[in-house]
């Protein structure tokens, strides 16, 4: 039998929504609670410095709805001291640190590990001190998945968009499969995630070592036309069939 595949749900672009208006609606909090009854296995969230989406309040009701539901919160967070000084204050079971630029509209790309080693160690290890575990969001390269033991981290998540988007996926799927291994070889946890939609998540399903995909953007779109818990089960579905 293969590992179990888990499912996080981003719920960023459900506060996006409700910014564009201002106001409460949609409630992101009300989306993680549809997503945890449909059946995902935890909520990701991405506390950006110019709070464009999730916004503190929305962190400080999303804490204890997990908690309470036994479902694990990843706090997506670029490598900052606010951003420290607010995990070590929530104490998140989950990070993942992402690069993070004020002029995208979402995170593009893969941290470069070797180019931070010297920032990541300390920031690592400050959020292991408060009990999290640590991924580092990363291109499927095999330097940076040596990196990434180097410097402690617990997991990796490999980012999928350029493979999402690409015409030939070959050589990209090549490069997941590579990294996922290695990653698994060396003793991190492997994740996968950006841009994956229902025609996308199948073969990157298929990759024995990962056992968590992180997917947001596409089901609350999806969402839109078929409801939120029916996007989630379509994708489950769509998941636990590439695997088999």
């Not at 036994?70 to 989950?94: G, K, V």
């Not at 580092?136 to 999928?160: C, N, S, W, Y």
């Not at 499969?177 to 298929?206: C, I, M, N, W």
């Amino acid at each position: 039998m293969g590992r179990e595949l888990r499912l996080g749900v981003n719920i960023d672009h459900v506060a996006t929504v409700r910014n564009a208006r201002g106001g409460q609606h949609p409630d992101p909090v009300r989306a993680a609670t549809l997503a945890l009854d449909a059946g995902a296995d935890g909520i990701t969230v991405h506390l950006r410095e110019d709070r464009r989406h999730i916004r503190d309040e929305d962190l400080n009701a999303l804490m204890p709805l997990c908690r309470e539901r036994q479902a694990h919160l990843n706090l997506e967070m670029a490598m900052t001291d606010d951003m420290l000084a607010i995990a070590r204050h929530h104490r998140p079971p989950a990070v993942c640190v992402v690069p993070e630029k004020r002029e995208e509209r979402t995170t593009e790309g893969g941290l470069d590990l070797m180019q931070h080693q010297d920032r990541l160690r300390p920031f690592i290890q400050a959020c292991q001190d408060f009990g999290a575990r640590v991924s580092l969001f990363i291109e499927p390269d095999t330097r940076q998945v040596d990196m990434a033991k180097t410097l402690g981290a617990d997991v990796i998540e490999l980012h999928t968009g350029a493979y999402c988007l690409a015409a030939d996926k070959t050589d990209l799927l090549s490069a997941l499969q590579t990294s996922a291994k290695l990653a698994d070889r060396l003793g991190l946890e492997v994740h996968a995630g950006h841009g994956l939609d229902y025609q996308t998540v199948g073969p990157v399903a298929a990759i024995p070592e990962v056992v968590e995909l992180n997917i947001g953007h596409f089901l609350i779109g999806e969402a839109i036309f078929t409801g939120l818990p029916e996007a989630i089960a379509k994708m489950r579905q769509q998941m636990q069939a590439s695997r088999s």
